[in-house]
């Protein structure tokens, strides 16, 4: 057995800042990158080619670090419970290491490769939280229980002191005779995402891999951080930090995001700053509490949190869902949203809540759909934090707010007051006054003379008789 050790790439795509990589470097200076493309996920059917695209760009920029450290990332396209045991016997590797992940399927797949490991004799190192700040069991209520609201989840979190980002020496890879025997038992060229039979046309609104990653949090930290509490409800800005794809696929550390906040604050020279920089740290615990949940409770990838919801009698109807999806209810703001996201892959968070609320409560379709739907789109679909969302917008999950409905004009009217953001995603309502724009009242025949659609349903008595259903269920 050689001093070799993998190192398990799947949500940590960089070299910078790993904890996983960082424990390997420690026990051994050969340390070479493995990553599978795993049918398990690519062949279903909420894999958003955007998506795959951005990661296949991760991958190349992750070969190339690995190049520059001295070594190599290798690429299977395989089942990983095979395939990662199979190539590290190959090799005779000393061991395997892995960072831990939250989802529920990942945590099945990484047991079941732990236990071919043992019966080949291979050590290995996992459980080690890389893509969160705090370990799920470390931040536990004075019962000793799981948090299912955020604000003294929030708390706590906190509370408690951070880690700082960890170096990372470089390190050798393999000899040649090693690099035959990879490819002999499966290694492969990295393909593009057409070869994987993902087809995006468009560009990328997201630069992949580690260094775009640290550019724009650089940019946001350096410059729109300051003004994020009042920026980041408004789509027509660019006033978030667009790192959301980036965090998905750890191409950048948490750690490092983290500190940069710190810093941040360090630098800060007015209470309104420090309050944006306190707001945004509040999302990155945010996306945190999710992560949490889905860890502690995995039946949320599944379904709705609370039992009220569970058995909600949500409306079957086919003709209404396409029209959100396509971005035609006649709802401008709703429109303008979904249109972005199939337009280029990402949407406003702000419309994010928007379009959820609106498929929820005044659609009355089962949110599940819509979550779905956006898992398809998005290049940072996150199940965690797609599920955490959908199921606050959705009233089913852990909120302890009862009902919280969304009027779509009342929406806009706040956010998108002068219809910048209509009008940039809804082209044929450009010369639309901007009264009519943001309060969805365009008159009939004008809406006829754009060919734009009529509100395929009416807000009041829609919202209205969620309430009633809300309250039926609520009592049975």
Not at 83 to 104: C, M, T, Y
Not at 114 to 142: M, S, V, Y
Not at 269 to 295: C, G, V
Request: charged share 25%.
């Amino acid at each position: 057995m050689s001093n070799l050790i993998l190192f398990w790439h799947r949500r940590d795509l960089r070299v910078s800042d790993n904890t996983g990589i960082a424990a390997a470097r420690q026990q051994s200076a050969k340390v070479v990158g493995v990553f599978c493309l795993d049918p398990n996920i690519l062949e279903r059917d909420d894999v958003a080619p955007a998506r795959v695209t951005y990661m296949i760009g991760c991958l190349q920029s992750l070969q190339e670090r690995y190049a520059q450290a001295g070594s190599q990332l290798l690429i299977l396209k395989a089942d990983p419970t095979q395939a990662i045991p199979r190539l590290a016997a190959a090799l005779g590797a000393k061991a395997v290491f892995w960072n831990w992940d939250v989802e529920p399927y990942s945590q099945v797949r990484d047991r079941t490769v732990l236990d071919a490991l043992k019966e080949k004799g291979i050590q290995f190192f996992e459980h080690n939280w890389d893509q969160i700040l705090h370990a799920p069991e470390d931040i536990r209520t004075g019962s000793n229980a799981a948090y299912t609201v955020y604000t003294p989840f929030w708390k706590n979190w906190i509370s408690k002191p951070k880690a700082k980002p960890v170096e990372i020496e470089n390190f050798v890879g393999l000899t040649q005779q090693e690099k035959d025997i990879a490819t002999q038992v499966g290694v492969i060229e990295l393909p593009s995402a057409k070869d994987l039979g993902f087809c995006w046309d468009g560009e990328l609104v997201i630069a992949p891999g580690e260094i775009a990653a640290q550019e724009l949090l650089d940019e946001f930290c350096n410059y729109r951080i300051n003004e994020y509490q009042e920026q980041r409800n408004f789509p027509a800005v660019d006033g978030t930090s667009q790192l959301s794809a980036a965090l998905k696929f750890g191409v950048i550390g948490i750690r490092t995001v983290w500190q940069a906040t710190i810093d941040a604050l360090q630098n800060s020279r007015s209470d309104e700053t420090t309050a944006s920089i306190r707001a945004w740290q509040q999302e990155l615990a945010w996306r945190e509490f999710y992560q949490h949940a889905m860890y502690n409770f995995p039946e949320l990838a599944n379904g709705a949190f609370r039992e009220t919801f569970k058995r909600f009698p949500w409306e079957t109807n086919d003709e209404h869902f396409q029209a959100w999806c396509d971005g035609k209810t006649g709802y401008p703001i709703v429109d303008a949203a979904m249109r972005q996201m199939n337009e280029i892959g990402w949407m406003h968070n702000r419309c994010r809540m928007i379009v959820a609320n609106f498929l929820t409560k005044d659609l009355l379709i089962n949110p599940q759909l819509g979550e779905k739907y956006f898992m398809q789109k998005l290049i940072d679909g996150d199940l965690s934090a797609n599920n955490g969302g959908w199921q606050w917008s959705a009233s089913s999950g852990m909120d302890p707010k009862p009902v919280r409905i969304f009027n779509p004009a009342s929406q806009a009217q706040k956010f998108d007051s002068e219809g910048e953001y209509i009008r940039q995603w809804v082209p044929e309502l450009r010369s639309v006054d901007t009264e009519y724009l943001v309060t969805g009242n365009i008159p009939y025949e004008m809406r006829d003379s754009l060919d734009y659609p009529q509100p395929i349903v009416d807000h009041k008595q829609q919202q209205r008789m969620f309430k009633e259903r809300y309250q039926q269920q609520k009592h049975q």
